[in-house]
């Protein structure tokens, strides 16, 4: 285990210097798309899908679109904004401090998107990227959804030791130029409206861990079907469904990463390893952010509330006032501690090295998209795996801490406001209705909470990891 220097302390000296642009860009962004958009519509369009959750945030989606937020965080060499990943986390807390639902429209489309990047599939990548650019053009919001989790296989999915027991019956069968696709996947977010759906399928699903086959399906392929949204207690604005899939012809060209395109079976496993890994310390610092910004949101609702009241004077709501502040503090540090020891060590490191980040960016496409490329990549992965485990600890304590104290903040708000909080129009029960999901998905705070346990402090890994700081 590390007890060296936080990776913030060095970030600043290691990071790329447009990073910390970036990061102010993706802030005022945010700040200008909270106070046109957000602000003026969120409330009222909570309650609209609360009594009818079949109604769809559509304006909200094309307002996403039209702003180019399903783009920005492309890479540049693909047509995208190529906004750094971290900068996205400054983003999610400014927009998680009025609607988490808002935000998670965009973060679930960036985590399938994401997923596909992480495969090193960048042939797929790009024909996604271009999609997504064209329904900016054509004002058509080309929408990505991640298909993972089943009715019977959900936490068990997020954990590369309970993976081998999922029951998981989501089968592909491999055929002449693809794979058919046949099961069904539930609580997707976004699949009401996405153009594409990345789905995990299995080869042989009583081995899910070791015949993963990640593919990239369109949303109105013949034998998808998506089903009823949801009735959510929060998050109303991004719409989960289930899917059914029955028999649905999978090219090859659209199968982003399967057993066959690996030298051997071991090696395919310990990718998939890593991948899951990756693609979870990123998204599991995303939910912190949210968490950062909606416990920040509880603190700045209770004191308008309390200042409003005549209330501020008395101690005992200073004290509360102040607890609400340590715990949006402790929240955020905790999530950027995560999103910079990503940076500095986790799969998109190269992206913040200004030689690499260089050549990236001149590279010629057809050597970009390549499959000599991808597997270079993909071995070049496998051999850097020095701080795997504790980016994946510290990922998994920024999610669980900062939704508990998210959660906290919340109920607290809600105790001083008394029958006031349990208006709609004063905003603090929707905080607390949207927060709770944060405990749940991207594996629940139990889990994580194994995770940290299993990567840092289980006497088999009980360990110094090799550090540089």
Known sequence: MTHGLPYSFSAGQKLTKGVQK??????????????????PVYLELDAKIESDSDFLARTVLAKINEWGLLSLWM???????????????????????????????????????????????FSLLHRLCLDIKRGEKEKSPCVLAVAITEPNAGTDLEDVDL??????????????????????????????????????????????????????VPGNAKGVTVGRIEEKMGQHLCPASEVYYEDVVVPSDNVAISPQQFRSQHQYEIYCQLLGDDI????????????????????????KFLMSENLL??????????DMYRNYQIAKLITWESGFATALYGPNRDVYRTGINFLMRMMPKFLLLSAGLRRSLRERRLRQRGHDKEISALASTAKYTASDL???????????????????????????RDIKLLQIYEGTNQLNRINVFKNVLAPSHFAPFAESL
């Open 163 to 216: 993976m081998a027991k999922a029951q998981v019956k989501t089968r592909v069968v491999l055929q002449d130029g693809g794979y058919l696709l046949s099961g069904s996947k539930i609580f997707i977010s976004n699949s009401k409206w996405a153009r594409w759906q990345i789905v995990v399928g299995y080869e042989d699903i009583a081995r899910p861990h070791k015949s993963c086959v990640i593919m990239a």
């Open 22 to 39: 970036e990061i102010a860009e993706a802030i005022a962004l945010a700040k200008r798309w909270v106070q046109e958009v957000v602000n």
């Open 75 to 121: 890479p540049k060499a693909f047509g995208g904004g190529g906004l750094s990943p971290v900068s996205m986390i400054a983003f999610n807390e400014e927009v998680g401090a009025t609607c988490i639902g808002t935000a998670n429209i965009i973060g679930a489309h960036y985590v399938a998107l994401g997923l596909v990047s992480m495969t090193q599939n």
């Open 280 to 303: 979870l310390s990123i998204s599991r610092a995303g939910v912190g952010a949210l968490a950062a910004g909606s416990a920040r949101q509880s603190m700045d609702l209770c004191r």
């Open 313 to 322: 004077e008395n101690e005992w709501a200073q004290i509360q006032l102040a």
């Open 406 to 432: 998210a959660v906290k903040n919340a109920q607290i708000a809600l105790s001083m406001m008394g029958e006031a909080g349990l208006r709609q129009e004063n905003a603090i029960e929707k905080v607390l």
